[in-house]
């Protein structure tokens, strides 16, 4: 990797006891968290429902305090992994385009901050105080909304710039925004890149019931006895070896934490690409040192069918890392609204069976793993021909039809042997 460590300075942002307030305290560093030792002192003796993290790799501004993530307002918490493309020629515009109050809000010199400051003038324009928020937070689809919106106002910045510039200059116009921002009750996440053929930086999650060190070596991980979630982890890289237990965020998507849901949404706009057989290249992000080390993904039939690619995950960490403790994770189809005005009211046990359950491992962990001779098994079932399936050939950008993705309807109808 090109940077390999993420030694520019740290910072930690996390929610305290109602009492003193709902703004988060917020610490940062321009030391590594590594040689921080007032870090561990600090960590050691903290407790929050709700924790930012972030270890930086300048790129922007100079190495101070200022230019440290988490960046806050009020009860906001904001931190970003990448870089708004074309920066030099889209900062004046960006900067013209805010209040006065958000343009001179802006301390340090990254512009991660500056996007911070358009996400802020942003939540105000859509008819919402970021200086004076709700007890109970401004909602998931309140901050999903206004992080939406940025992101397009950050697009029609760089869209803007003239044609020739762009050549005469070699602009790179291309984006990688990996945002994360909380209002102390709901997080929100994007990994998104402005392109149609490049990977966005890394970003993955896991929840579990605990996150334990058994063996008191610093060696975490996390525990599921059930199918709820006590603890939610968002990072840019898996935290340990257990890669089973992370959940890859797809590009172009946004993920809304809130209470006992979690919901990853598609950004659709004229960068999604629709076909799920639709490949995109990892140079981009390699090279700037904001993805795990990866296996490419390969490109025989095994990986159109959806197998995925093996990996291995790199010991050191890359520049955002967030951690968010929130409650018991679910999730619900990604075409459907976070929570319903109905759902809302429902006591936890309603809000569990109206709320499909996320299997981390990728199978479901009440059935027994089989056991055999696995080639003999494939064969046999292949050799099998389900009766009077009819499939019409999917259009070239249309996703296939459900039941070739292994519909378990279909599945226990013509092999029952496999429940």
Known sequence: MRRPHNGDGF?????????????????????????????????????????????????????????????????????????????????RRLGESLADKWYLSVQGGTDSEWAFALFL??????????????????????????MLETIKRTNDFIADIPANVIEQEQVDTRSLLNFAVTDGHSVVCTRYVRSKTDEAASLYYSSGTSWVDKNQKGEFHMDRKDKGADIVLVASEPLTFERETWVTVPTNSILTIHKQTVMVHPIIDEYYNHNPYHKRSSQLVQDKGLVTNEKATPTTPG????????????????????????????????????????????????????????????????????????????????????????????????????????????IAQYFPELN
């Open 11 to 91: 910072g930690i942002g996390y929610y305290t006891d109602p009492k003193l307030g709902p703004d988060p305290c917020i610490f940062t560093s321009t030391i590594p968290a590594w040689n921080c030792v007032n870090l561990q002192r600090i960590a050691s003796k903290t407790a929050s429902h709700l924790i930012f993290a972030h270890v930086r790799a300048t790129t922007e501004g100079t190495l101070s305090d200022d230019n440290c993530h988490p960046f806050c307002h009020g009860s906001l918490m904001w931190m970003h992994n990448g870089g708004l493309g074309g920066w030099k020629y889209i900062k």
């Open 121 to 146: 003038d942003t939540l105000e324009r859509q008819g919402y105080n970021p200086s004076s928020p709700p007890s109970t937070g401004f909602g998931p689809t309140v901050l999903r909304q206004a």
């Open 303 to 410: 990986a159109a069918n959806g197998k995925p690619p093996k990996s291995k995950v790199l010991s050191s960490l890359h520049e955002s890392l967030a951690s968010s403790l929130i409650p018991v994770m679910h999730t619900k189809s990604s075409a459907s609204p976070l929570l319903t005005p109905a759902e809302e009211n429902l006591p936890m046990t309603e809000l569990r069976h109206s709320i499909s359950n996320i299997t981390i491992s990728g199978r479901d962990p009440t059935r027994p793993q089989e056991l055999g001779n696995t080639k003999k098994k494939r064969k046999s079932l292949s050799s099998r021909t389900p009766p009077q399936i009819q499939q019409e050939e999917p259009e070239p950008d249309s996703p296939p039809p459900r039941a070739s993705y292994g519909d378990p309807l279909k």
